[in-house]
């Protein structure tokens, strides 16, 4: 969490869900708030409190977690809701993994 820390200084830690462990902190201090990566994933974490959010200022839903493809910035999902944060993550890795072994069959 040494990236949130440095460029969140004001983010408390005890508003993050549980991230998991191979998730890397990609926090950037130009960034409305906090975010993590996963594969070619980027989780940005938005504020508990919806009066700290500024991702809406961004044309994003004023909802807590976005998750967007890194290089493309193509969203893959908004919501409140963690659990289908996850859920959509470890879909998009396994359809990855899943896309990678068919090519590497063909």
Known sequence: ??????????????DLPPIPAHWR???W????????????LQVFI???DPAKREMAHYGLA????HVMQAETGSSIIST?????VIDAVDDHVAEGIDAEAERSRG
């Open 29 to 40: 201090h130009n960034d409305a708030c906090p975010s993590f990566t996963v594969a070619d």
């Open 46 to 48: 938005d504020y508990a």
């Open 1 to 14: 969490m040494n990236n949130i820390k440095i460029a969140f200084p004001d983010y408390p830690a005890a």
């Open 80 to 84: 409140d809701e963690w659990q289908a």
């Open 25 to 27: 902190d990609s926090s």
């Open 62 to 65: 004023d909802v807590r977690f």
